[in-house]
Structure formats: structure tokens, C-alpha cells
């Protein structure tokens, strides 16, 4: 045999070997796991009791399901960001095996083919990128299945805690394996899916003041994250389609099968599978309920209330033809509730008031919504209270519970557990909703008081009660039982019925921003008209701060805490300036889509009427009058009391430990002049205008705030000082808009105008008689600010507005 022969025989001869020991040394999975603890479920778990590491029986290879990972215990911090209960990423994938090893890979659900072509398929699987999360050693197989050893991903950082930490600027932090393990008592497996939890430890360095606020030890957090492992839902579930009007969110990806000429957009609503026993039947009960589970953590009276707010989407649900479709009930002692198979309403403490917030487990295939999950903040019905003990001063004697006020507030959490509840049936924000007489709870609701003819406040209108009209009809959209040959039309009806009621659909992005022009569209309102309402608003402001003081505090809470309690009273009026100032520049439109036979309604411009109410409205808020603290309070607000600390809620001056009778008008003053300036408001005034004289113009804004800021004289005190303090704030802004690359050469040409004016004030400042030298010298330092800005280019460095204090979430 030929040299080179005889090598490449011994070489293959080699690797048989190899190849056959390898595979005789690997055992057969009943074989390796002997001694282990088993839980036979949708992939079967296998724990050595010895290690404490978890096995999974992987059966399923090249076999999609959903996995989901969640964050169980979480950090306790609004501003951080990781809540108990918190849903992370939602993935389609699969195991792979190659060889020895087994592959988890995220498949890229978003860009599809539905053509039935395997081969455009493959296509476009080839063209954009999958995500291998985890590789896997094959420890032990059998002749259908294989065995890895899932504990090292089960123990990395799937929720990105350490990401998070270091974008919230808390320090560097690692995961710590030597402090971190399987949690087994949350480790279960069941027909359809197989739950997996981790306690993990993350050690770091420099931590940063968020994370030393809620840590027992701040350079080692320990938190839990859990994964879910969930059989794919069968085939029968009916994807429906979104409509911008519809009230839902929308489930998208990008079909590149599309015929030419047709949108590769496909969006779907996400929503629970439901179906009626009886599809022919008016009303009929549903195959299987949708059924939510609040935590049984939540202590009375607050239970209750959160139970009979979620059970009012019974209602609408009943509306759309269902009997009993929808039940609430408590969680069950022995459920997991991060288990997929329970939709469950959390109630969640933190250091500090946060965002309460509705999350759902979704195919992304359909938009099948297979858990829905509520967080709710523990600390926010408490800020009610505070908001109506400071308007009302209900402690006459110091001793009083007042039944009525915890009453307002547990009407708020009733109307937050459902509105969480509905963001986890699929629906979104309606921030028009408030116009419609509250017509959904899918809106930001703000208190709604009034003032008696006693002079006492009511709050028996303060929060509505039951579901909405808008929320029935958009239960009917998403959950109405229709056939395939019906359902277009009846959608159809859904939608124009919604017209005839009158009801408007307007959500985030149009609502949320500062510059927002939608004239019903506000976070934090009521009434019908904006500007009436703000005027309102402040007549309740101004009564209840002429009477604030000891009759709003409690026996035994120091005199300082008035300070906290001021806040929220004194700022009352800030989301309705947010909603009245959208008038102004302000354009009616909605998600329209064009129909056969429909004219379009278009956008109309706000008319020039209601948008001088509104800046008439705004315009008041500038005047000493409505800035002005009252003398009463300003003689009872003492500096901290021993023991006692300033916190978030505390009012940020610059008079050191004693209260700063000018923080508070400052940053009320700020607000105002930035909603009115900002510059896409501006920018609408001058095209609105220019495309229709009768339109307001962004001339006529100005004037009239320069009027009101500058031209309006305040002879001495406290009124002296607040106009003082206006002018600058708003000379500093007229400068900055008349360079910000933000607003058209048409509008710094305004305001250039005013700022030359504001530069031409006196200069002498040789009176320096008692009476005159204040007014004086502040007329020569606003000059010359202006003048510094001129030749510079900037604002001089010196002054800079004091920040707001915190409002959101109420």
C-alpha cells in the first residue's frame, strides 16, 4: 500500500474511533439523570440535587415556541427602571443542534414571506439576521431527544440589568456567579410551558444615588430573573387588523410577498383569544373567560378597589355580546405570577411614586395576547390624598380621618387598575377622552374638584366610576365574535358609530409632546374647553392657597412638612397651562383614513377666538397676582424640622435652609412662557397666518406677552419682584428663540424685534434713591443681559430657571 494511502486510511480510521468513543461516552439521558429531581413538562426539567443545576430535555429540536423573560424581584426604584414583575423580551426561537452542541436561537419574525413558495421563504430568512442567545454542550442523548445543561443562561444577565444600571449612570456592575444560583421554588414545568428562575447577584463599584437608595448593600444587588418557555398557540386564533381609529395598538411586520403596488406593512391588534359558545346567540358566554389574577399582596381598602376596577371591562365586554366573558379573581397561594398561564395585576412598591404600567406576552405572529400584566405603583394613591389635603386643609382639630378625600383617592385607584387593565387587552391611550364627558379610562384622568358656596371643596366628581363609552366601543372592535364573511363590515359599523357618538381617537405621540398642537388631545385634564378650564382651575388654586396652613397639617406633623404639601397645590394648575397652550397654534385633525365616497374633514386651524382665550388664559399665569404666594404661608413655612430631610417633592430654591418664597413662581412662570415659546408652536403661528390673515399670528403672541411681561408696572414688594423675575425669564427666552436652530428665520426675526426693544431700556443707574434704585438697577442689568447676548452670541452664565418639581404620574 502506497505511503500516502495507508495515512489517509489511518487517519479516517482515527476519527471513526473518536467519533465512536465520543458517542459511547456520552450516556443516555435516563442514565444521566438518575439521581436528579425530574419535572416532565412542556421541555422537561431535570435538577441535580447535588449542583442545583437545571437540565432541560430538549425533544423539540428545530421546533419554534416562545420564550419570555421577566424580571420577578425587582431593584425598588421609579427611576431606574427594574420593577418587580417587569416583562422583558418576548422571542420566537428554537433549539439547533450541530454536532455536539445545541444552539438557542431568536428567529427574525419581523421580515417574512407569505407566499408559499419554500424558496422566496428562505430568501428572505437568509437576508435578515437571526440571534443566537445561547449555546448549549450536548451532556447526555437519546434517540428522539438530547440533554443540555440550560443553567449557565439560566444564570447570565437575560434582562439587562447591568446595562440598565449603567445607562442610568448607577455605577459598574457584573454578574457575580459565586453569589448567584438556580431558585428552585419557582422552577416548574406544565403542558405548555416551562418556567425557569435565577437569583442573581450583580457586584459593582461608584454606585450612584438611585441604587444606595434601595439596596441593603449598594456594591451588591440581587435581583431574580426568570424564563419562560411557552408552546407556540395552534393555528385557530384569527389575526385582526389594526385601523388607526380603532383604539388599539398594532402588531407589525413587513410582508415580502406584498403584490407591487400594495403596502408591505401588515399590522395587527393585539389582543386575548376569545370566542362565544354560542357565535349566533345576541349574547352568549365565551368558550373560555379571559380571567385576571390581582395579587393577593395588596392590603384593603385598596383591594378591593383595585378588584372592582378591573371588573368593570365586564361591562364593555357584555356590551360586545358576551356573558361573564371577563372575571377578576385573586391570585391563587400557589401560582407563580410570572406563569405565562396567569394574567395577573401586581401591586408594586418603589422608594419613590412612578409610572404604574399594563405589559402583555404577545405572539409576534398574530398579536395573540397570552398573558397580560399589570404593575401598579403602591405610592401613587397616596399622592391623591396629599393633592386633596392640600387644597381642602380638612384638619380642623388635627385629629379628623377624613373618609371623604380617601374616598376621591381609592375612586382614582379603581379608575388606574382598569386603565392598566386595558392597556394589557391591546388598547392604547385615548387622551381625547376627557372632552367627551370622560368618556373612556384610557385616558389621563386629573382630579376634578370645585369649589362650594360654602367655600368648602368637593371632590365627589373627582375621579369618574364605571367604564367608558369610547372603552365599550372599542371592546366591540377588538373582541366582537364575527365571521370571516362579516367582519369587515362590522368593523366598518364599530368605526362609524364612534362618529356619531362623537367620540375622537387621538393617543401619545400627538398628546405627550410640548409642541403638540391637537386642540382635545392632554394628559392630566377636563373640561370641554381648555381655556375655561385653566381659568377655573385657578380660582380653585387661589381660594384653597388663601386658606392654606396649620389646618393642613395632622397633631403631630411638624410645621415643615407644609412645604411638600404647598407643592402640589401651588402647581394645580400645571396640566391644564399644558392643555390650554395647545390651542394656540392649534390644529383639529384625526387618524383619517380615506374612504370610497367620504370627503376628507382634513385639518382646520384652531380659530383665532378660542386661541386669544387661551393665550389670555396662559398670559395670566404670568401676573404677580396668580404667582404670589400669600404672606400667610410664607410666615408659616419654617426650615426642616430635626430629623426631617428635603426629598424630590421638596421645593428646590436658592435661600438655603429657609423656604424660597420665589422658587415656586419661578418654576410656574418657566412652564408657562416655554409651552407658549416652544419653538414648533412658533413655527405653526407664522405659516397659520401666513396662509390666512384671520389666522393668529405669531406678531400678535408676542406683543402681547411683551406686553404683559414688560409694560405691566409693579411698584414695589413681592409683586416688584415676581414681575423682575418674569422679565428675565422671559427676556432669556425671547433671546435664545431669536438663534435656536429650532425656529424659522421667520420667527427669529420676531423675536429679534423684542430683543433689540428689551436691549434700548434706561442705563442710568445713578438713582440710587431708596425707592427707585431696585426697579432701577434691574432695568440696567435686563439691558445689559441683552446687549452681553447680542455680542455673544448666548445667554450670559449666571442664572439659569430652577427646575419643576415632580407632577407626573398622578
Do not use: C
Amino acid at each position: 500500500m502506497p505511503k500516502t494511502k495507508f495515512i489517509k486510511h489511518a487517519t479516517s480510521a482515527l476519527l471513526l474511533t473518536m467519533i465512536t468513543q465520543a458517542h459511547a461516552a456520552i450516556k443516555s439521558i435516563d442514565s444521566f439523570t438518575e439521581t436528579f429531581n425530574h419535572f416532565p413538562g412542556f421541555y422537561s426539567v431535570y435538577v441535580d440535587p447535588q449542583t442545583a443545576n437545571v437540565y432541560l430535555d430538549v425533544d423539540k429540536l428545530d421546533k419554534p415556541f416562545l420564550l419570555q423573560h421577566s424580571l420577578p424581584y425587582g431593584v425598588g426604584s421609579n427611576d431606574i427602571g427594574l420593577d418587580r414583575g417587569q416583562l422583558g423580551g418576548t422571542y420566537v426561537a428554537q433549539f439547533e443542534r450541530i454536532g455536539d452542541k445545541v444552539l438557542l436561537k431568536a428567529l427574525n419574525t419581523y421580515y417574512r414571506a407569505s407566499a408559499e413558495n419554500a424558496a422566496e421563504k428562505q430568501s428572505v430568512q437568509e437576508a435578515f439576521a437571526s440571534s443566537v442567545l445561547q449555546g448549549f454542550k450536548v451532556v447526555a442523548e437519546d434517540s428522539d431527544s438530547v440533554l443540555i445543561d440550560y443553567t449557565p443562561y439560566l444564570m447570565s444577565d437575560v434582562h439587562g440589568v447591568s446595562r440598565r444600571l449603567a445607562d442610568t449612570k448607577q455605577g459598574n456592575f457584573s454578574l457575580d456567579n459565586a453569589r448567584s444560583a438556580v431558585f428552585l421554588p419557582r422552577t416548574k414545568a406544565f403542558v405548555k410551558n416551562t418556567e425557569l428562575e435565577a437569583t442573581l447577584t450583580f457586584g459593582g463599584s461608584n454606585p450612584g444615588e438611585y441604587i444606595k437608595q434601595v439596596s441593603a448593600d449598594p456594591y451588591a444587588v440581587t435581583v431574580h430573573q426568570h424564563h419562560s418557555l411557552i408552546e407556540l398557540p395552534d393555528d385557530k386564533y384569527q389575526p385582526r387588523q389594526f385601523h388607526p381609529q380603532s383604539g388599539y395598538w398594532s402588531i407589525e411586520h413587513k410582508d415580502y410577498s406584498a403584490p407591487l403596488g400594495q403596502s408591505m406593512y401588515v399590522r395587527y391588534i393585539p389582543r386575548h383569544r376569545l370566542e362565544k359558545k354560542d357565535p349566533s346567540a345576541a349574547v352568549s358566554e365565551a368558550v373560555e373567560p379571559i380571567i385576571y389574577y390581582l395579587d393577593p399582596g395588596v392590603p384593603e381598602p385598596v383591594r378591593s378597589a383595585l378588584l372592582e376596577g378591573a371588573s368593570w371591562w365586564n361591562g364593555a365586554f357584555e356590551a360586545a355580546g358576551y356573558k361573564n366573558a371577563f372575571q377578576v379573581k385573586m391570585l391563587p397561594e400557589s401560582a407563580d405570577p410570572m406563569d405565562v398561564r396567569y394574567n395577573v395585576i401586581q401591586w408594586v412598591h418603589r422608594a419613590t411614586r412612578g409610572w404604574s404600567y399594563g405589559s402583555s406576552v404577545i405572539d409576534p405572529r398574530t398579536g395573540e395576547i397570552l398573558k397580560g400584566h399589570v404593575t401598579l405603583g403602591s405610592l401613587r394613591v397616596r399622592q391623591d390624598i396629599l393633592i386633596a389635603e392640600s387644597l381642602a386643609a380638612p384638619f380642623k382639630t388635627g385629629n379628623e380621618t377624613n373618609e371623604t378625600l380617601q374616598a376621591m383617592a381609592l375612586d382614582r385607584i379603581r379608575q388606574l387598575s382598569a386603565h392598566e387593565v386595558g392597556h394589557t387587552l391591546g388598547i392604547a391611550h385615548n387622551f381625547s377622552a376627557s372632552v367627551k364627558d370622560r368618556a373612556s379610562v384610557m385616558d389621563y384622568p386629573h382630579p376634578l374638584l370645585s369649589i362650594s358656596d360654602k367655600g368648602e371643596l368637593d371632590v365627589t366628581q373627582g375621579y369618574d366610576k364605571g367604564i367608558g363609552i369610547w372603552d365599550k366601543q372599542v371592546i366591540k372592535y377588538g373582541y366582537g365574535d364575527f365571521t370571516q364573511s362579516t367582519q369587515n363590515n362590522a368593523l366598518k359599523a364599530v368605526l362609524a358609530e364612534n362618529k356619531t357618538l362623537g367620540l375622537e381617537f387621538i393617543s401619545d405621540d400627538d398628546a405627550r409632546a410640548q409642541g403638540g398642537s391637537h386642540p382635545t388631545a392632554h394628559l392630566w385634564d377636563n373640561g370641554n374647553d381648555p381655556a375655561d378650564e385653566l381659568n377655573r382651575v385657578l380660582e380653585i388654586r387661589q381660594k384653597a392657597l388663601s386658606r392654606f396652613g396649620i389646618e393642613n397639617l395632622k397633631n403631630g406633623e411638624a410645621l415643615s412638612q407644609l412645604e411638600e404639601r404647598l407643592v402640589p397645590l401651588y402647581l394645580f394648575h400645571r396640566y391644564q397651562v399644558e392643555a390650554a397652550v395647545k390651542l394656540i397654534g392649534g390644529e383639529d385633525y384625526s387618524y383619517e383614513v380615506r374612504e370610497e365616497g367620504q370627503t376628507p374633514h382634513g385639518i382646520q386651524v384652531v380659530a383665532r377666538e378660542r386661541q386669544l382665550a387661551a393665550l389670555k388664559a396662559i398670559l395670566k399665569t404670568l401676573t404677580p397676582k396668580e404667582l404670589m404666594i400669600p404672606e400667610s404661608v410664607l410666615a408659616l413655612v419654617p426650615p426642616k424640622a430635626y430629623g426631617e430631610y428635603k426629598t424630590r417633592e421638596s421645593v428646590v430654591g436658592r435661600t438655603g435652609l429657609s423656604f424660597d418664597a420665589m422658587a415656586l413662581p419661578e418654576v410656574a412662570a418657566a412652564q408657562s412662557l416655554t409651552l407658549l415659546l416652544n419653538p414648533e408652536r412658533v413655527n405653526r403661528l407664522i405659516q397659520q397666518k401666513a396662509r390666512d390673515s384671520k389666522n393668529l399670528g405669531l406678531d400678535t403672541v408676542l406683543f402681547r406677552t411683551y406686553q404683559q411681561v414688560f409694560e405691566t408696572e409693579e411698584k414695589t414688594g413681592m409683586a416688584l419682584l415676581l414681575s423682575q423675575r418674569t422679565q428675565i425669564l422671559a427676556a432669556k427666552q425671547f433671546a435664545e428663540m431669536s438663534v435656536s436652530d429650532k425656529v424659522s428665520p421667520e420667527a427669529q426675526a420676531m423675536f429679534k424685534r423684542f430683543v433689540h426693544k428689551l436691549a434700548e431700556l434706561p442705563q442710568d443707574a445713578s438713582l440710587f434713591d431708596s425707592n427707585k434704585i431696585g426697579k432701577a438697577t434691574f432695568k440696567v442689568y435686563l439691558a445689559e443681559q441683552i446687549r452681553w447676548f447680542q455680542e455673544h452670541g448666548k445667554w450670559a452664565d449666571g442664572f439659569k430657571a430652577l427646575p419643576l418639581p415632580p407632577g407626573s404620574p398622578i
